[in-house]
């Protein structure tokens, strides 16, 4: 296993029009180390002024930058150098995301280092092919489409996954020829820095993507509102999401809203019961359950559960919980006392439901809480229906297909969904009753940049990954020639 050291991080600026910067108001945000509490470093907080300049170089960027009119061939050069930078400084940046937000560096690596590369080459490669198509009209033309850029994108983005989210809106956003300004995370903006040094290296030109770090109040809002931004791409909470569409509504800006989760993980009485363990294991301590597309809700078949039960308390104790840079570790800490505070606010209300495994925060520096498992909770429980974002599984147990079916799709959320079953047909029949984005069946968080992902209900609207995400960041535009 590769070891990766705590690195020592300087203080961050922002990027704007290709030039380091401070904030105009010279404030600045602490950033903390999740393992330990302690501060690692501080970052510009951007105001509205710097919020204009950033506006301004991306639209000067599209306006009149090379970047929208160079050959797409051109622009997947540039991705692909982007990807190749990643790869090349992969130890430096599974460092930087595993100290700002807590994550197990034998999970950033794969995960979240590897696949922002994966997603820029993806993207690379669909520059190249973003035609258009010809149509036959019913009067005497010659009729075709173009696939134009909107234009500047602001791309918003939460804590959790950070180089990833960012790198699933940026990588399809500058395929198809836009401008960014992106405003990570105020808690977890480090890598979206580091990101900012590779597109300058890659030779992306000045402006093509803006970095501002700021709080939501203080950057994210100026930034929505902005009348030089033509597309907003949000990942975040819902109740976040909600302001975000309000906003947006109000200029007729489009949208794509990628937001909160609650999954349901459906394990019926025909499972291989042990590899359905693993994979409800991981559905739930994956990114310390910080995952919106985590899977948090159990669902088990009458006959199966207590079996499934005894297997979650004898396995769960054991998945190695503790320092994010020793490459042993399964489960890190939560990402900053908000998070943990929820946690354990969640559990606290869970008074009287069936302990399996954990149920308390770990006493040690950082944000640590036991992998939990509660069992036997009403149906009405609010731990059961809102998202908590940590690290606690519950479990129903269900009758009939149509019983798991109808609490599968009881919550307002719906992004993922899962099923454990030997049975194809079953597989099928169930998939494709599920509110979800996406469905997986006989495992968990199988992602690629090639499938495509994205909420329905109070989960969002709007696909990112796949060729769909181009979708979000292109306009078709008709052009009919008489004959
Ligand atoms: P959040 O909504 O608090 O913040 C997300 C981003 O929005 C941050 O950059 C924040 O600064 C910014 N923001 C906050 N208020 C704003 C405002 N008024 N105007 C503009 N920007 C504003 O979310 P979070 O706590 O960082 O992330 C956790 C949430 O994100 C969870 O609900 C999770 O399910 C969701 N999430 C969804 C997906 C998905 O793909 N659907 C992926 C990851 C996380």
């Given at each position: 296993m590769t070891t990766v050291e705590r690195p020592t991080v300087a203080p961050g600026r922002l990027f704007i029009g290709g030039q380091w910067r401070d904030a105009v108001s010279e404030r600045r945000t602490e950033i903390i180390d999740p393992a330990t509490g302690r501060t690692i470093t501080t970052v510009a907080a951007a105001g509205s002024s710097d919020v204009d300049t950033a506006v301004a170089a991306a639209r000067a960027a599209f306006d009149s930058g090379p970047w929208p009119g160079l050959a797409p061939r051109e622009r997947a050069r540039v991705l692909l150098r982007v990807a190749e930078l990643i790869r090349e400084r992969a130890d430096e940046l599974v460092a930087l995301e595993s100290l700002d937000v807590g994550k197990p560096v034998a999970l950033c690596r794969p995960v979240d280092v590897l696949t922002a590369a994966d997603q820029y080459e993806y993207y690379a490669a669909l520059a190249q092919s973003m035609d258009g198509a010809t149509r036959q009209p019913g009067f005497p033309a010659h009729a075709y489409t173009r696939r134009e850029p909107v234009g500047v994108v602001a791309a918003i983005t939460p804590f959790n996954f950070p180089l990833i989210l960012s790198s699933s809106k940026i990588a399809?956003?500058?395929a198809a020829g836009n401008t960014v300004v992106h405003k990570?995370?105020?808690?977890?903006?480090?890598?979206a820095l580091a990101m900012a040094a590779i597109f300058a290296e890659a030779g992306l030109p000045a402006g093509a993507v803006n970095v501002i770090t700021g709080t939501g109040s203080d950057t994210g809002e100026p930034l929505l509102r902005h009348?030089?931004?033509?597309?907003?791409?949000?990942?975040?909470?819902?109740?976040?999401?909600?302001?975000?569409?309000?906003?947006?509504?109000?200029?007729?800006?489009?949208?794509t809203l990628e937001l909160g989760g609650n999954a349901a993980h459906i394990v019926f009485d025909d499972a291989a019961i042990?590899?359905?363990?693993?994979?409800?294991?991981?559905?739930?301590?994956?990114?310390?359950?910080?995952?919106?597309?985590a899977g948090p809700r159990l669902l088990v078949a009458a006959p199966v559960y207590e079996t499934v039960l005894e297997?979650?308390?004898?396995?769960?104790?054991?998945?190695?919980?503790?320092?994010?840079?020793?490459?042993?570790?399964?489960?890190?800490?939560?990402?900053?006392?908000?998070?943990?505070?929820?946690?354990?606010?969640?559990?606290?209300?869970?008074?009287?439901a069936r302990v399996v495994a954990g149920g308390r925060r770990i006493d040690r520096d950082g944000y640590?809480?036991?992998?939990?498992?509660?069992?036997?909770?009403?149906?009405?429980?609010?731990?059961?229906?809102?998202?908590?974002f940590g690290p606690v599984?519950?479990?129903?147990?269900?009758?009939?297909?149509?019983?798991?079916?109808?609490?599968?799709?009881?919550?307002?959320?719906?992004l993922a969904a899962g099923l454990q079953t030997r049975d194809v047909a079953r597989a099928h029949r169930i998939a494709a009753r599920l509110h979800a984005g996406i469905v997986w069946v006989n495992d968990w968080a199988m992602l690629d940049p090639a499938i495509p992902f994205g909420g329905v209900k109070d989960s969002g609207f709007g696909?990112?990954?796949?060729?769909?995400?181009?979708?979000?960041?292109?306009?078709?535009?008709?052009?009919v020639i008489s004959l």
């Open positions: 399809p956003a500058l990570p995370s105020d808690e977890t903006p480090l890598s009348p030089g931004v033509d597309k907003i791409a949000f990942t975040g909470s819902t109740a976040t999401g909600r302001r975000i569409a309000a906003t947006a509504g109000e200029r007729l800006t489009p949208v042990e590899t359905a363990i693993a994979g409800v294991i991981k559905g739930f301590v994956f990114n310390t359950g910080q995952f919106c597309m297997a979650l308390a004898g396995a769960v104790p054991g998945v190695p919980v503790g320092d994010p840079f020793d490459p042993g570790t399964v489960v890190g800490p939560l990402a900053g006392p908000r998070q943990l505070a929820k946690v354990e606010q969640y559990v606290a209300k869970a008074a009287g640590f809480h036991e992998p939990t498992v509660l069992a036997d909770l009403p149906a009405s429980s609010l731990v059961i229906a809102e998202e908590i599984l519950t479990v129903q147990r269900f009758d009939t297909e149509n019983e798991a079916v109808a609490l599968a799709n009881s919550t307002p959320y719906g696909r990112e990954y796949g060729p769909e995400a181009l979708d979000a960041y292109t306009r078709t535009k008709s052009v």
